[in-house]
């Protein structure tokens, strides 16, 4: 197959992403609401862990391939990205997000930039230590990652925030928790869209690469991370114009924890050894740009639940100039 044909099946498996990430979105605000969940933790947990089901298939699939600089790079790339969307998303609601959100994100935010902090370290300055073939580092990223998740379930919300993390209607119904099951079934289809369409994506990203004569590194974390980021983009989108602030703020930020979970995964597939010691040292640049991006959207979340006053804020646009600069640094960045 020639480029053209590659690059309709990322577009076809790229459309499949955003009309499965519409229905996640829905069906996950109303498994909150009818279950009485708090849709910070719907959004951290349940919405992100499903919305990130394109990086776990794509990066396992492109690391079987033998491209673990693409499955790396679409990782620490798709954590950009879902900062850049989390600007999109207050630009395009006239910067109401941020101060709607409760603090607790600040957890979220906060465990996600130090998730990626062990990563970078790790890809700058491999330990060489493993377990079989499979690198210290990322066991523990894996073990911090469920420490914190057990932590953050069990804090109390209001040393964090004066909104309790309880339910905000939003329209549906109420018949009781047999109601939940026709939400959760919707779920559980789109969920299996993502999962068909996602192998596709990786398989035509690494292909465009090759053909392009372009980096899998760029590759996987500009072009293949826009793409496996569309269901979050998409589906905090749906969650704000629904009103379910917190459900799109907390995908966000999970999605971003949860894909330095699954760089165990990765390390799993990479039966080489440790694959942060086999990847290029330019995916440091997309490491640090993601801490960046994170810090700067923790510090404008913090600001605006703490005065909630509507104002232009110039943070929404700072992240989205610093993300095409990143991806820019990324491009100009050389093999080591």
Do not use: K
Request: a negative charge; glycine letters at 8%.
């Amino acid at each position: 197959m020639g480029l053209l044909a590659w690059t309709g099946v990322f577009l076809l498996a790229a459309g499949l992403v955003v009309w499965a990430g519409i229905r996640l979105a829905r069906a996950g605000d109303e498994i909150a609401e009818r279950a009485n969940l708090s849709r910070l933790l719907v959004g951290m947990l349940l919405m992100a862990t499903a919305t990130s089901l394109p990086e776990i298939v794509t990066e396992v699939a492109a690391t079987l391939d033998g491209a673990p600089d693409l499955a790396v790079g679409n990782l620490l790339g798709a954590c950009m990205a879902n900062m850049a969307a989390l600007g999109i998303i207050d630009l395009l609601h006239h910067h109401n997000v941020w101060p709607s959100v409760e603090i607790g994100h600040a957890r979220v935010a906060s465990v996600a930039i130090a998730l990626m902090a062990i990563v970078v370290l790790a890809i700058m300055h491999p330990p060489g230590l493993a377990v079989g073939w499979v690198g210290v580092e990322t066991l523990i990223v894996a073990g911090t990652y469920v420490a914190a998740v057990v932590w953050m379930r069990r804090s109390p919300v209001s040393r964090f925030s004066n909104v309790e993390m309880g339910p905000v209607p939003t329209g549906w119904s109420s018949d009781g928790q047999l109601a939940v099951r026709p939400a959760a079934v919707r779920f559980g289809l789109a969920t299996a869209v993502v999962l068909v369409a996602a192998p596709l994506l990786a398989r035509s990203g690494e292909a465009i690469a090759a053909l392009a004569g372009v980096s899998q590194t760029f590759v996987g974390a500009a072009l293949l991370a826009v793409a496996t980021t569309l269901p979050e983009l998409v589906v905090s989108l749906t969650a704000v114009r629904i009103g379910a602030h917190d459900l799109a703020v907390g995908n966000l930020f999970g999605s971003n924890a949860f894909n330095m979970f699954v760089i165990v995964l990765v390390d799993v597939a990479h039966v080489e050894g440790p694959v942060l010691a086999a990847v290029d040292a330019t995916q440091a640049i997309a490491g640090v740009g993601a801490i960046l991006l994170m810090s700067l959207a923790l510090a404008a979340l913090v600001h605006g639940v703490e005065t909630r006053v509507r104002r232009l804020e110039p943070d929404a646009v700072l992240l989205l100039v610093i993300y095409v600069t990143l991806l820019a640094a990324v491009w100009t960045g050389r093999p080591a």
